[in-house]
């Protein structure tokens, strides 16, 4: 480490921000792609569906919103 900054894993807070989806949406799958860098879910049955490829926890859940109704 060189300065005063420092570096913040975002993992657990990614990690954390997701549980709470699957919790608060039950049956969703919910994931961040570390590669893509962007956040996805998958539908539970019988709306199974792949839902995501989006930059924001927030617009992946309007989406689950949306399509969960």
Same mark, same amino acid.
């Given at each position: 480490? %060189?300065?005063? %900054? #420092?570096? /913040?894993?975002?993992? +657990? /807070?990614?990690?954390?921000? &997701? *549980?709470?989806?699957?919790? *608060?949406? +039950?049956? #969703?799958?919910? @994931?961040?792609?570390?590669? %893509?860098? *962007?956040? @996805?879910?998958?539908?539970?049955? +019988?709306? %199974?569906?792949? #839902?995501?490829?989006?930059?924001?926890? +927030?617009?992946?859940?309007?989406?689950? &919103?949306?399509?969960?109704?």
């Amino acid at each position: 480490m %060189t300065g005063d %900054t #420092v570096q /913040i894993d975002a993992r +657990p /807070i990614r990690d954390a921000e &997701i *549980q709470r989806l699957e919790r *608060q949406y +039950p049956g #969703v799958y919910a @994931w961040y792609g570390h590669h %893509t860098r *962007q956040y @996805w879910a998958l539908l539970p049955p +019988p709306a %199974t569906r792949l #839902v995501g490829g989006v930059a924001s926890l +927030p617009a992946l859940e309007a989406e689950l &919103i949306r399509l969960l109704r």
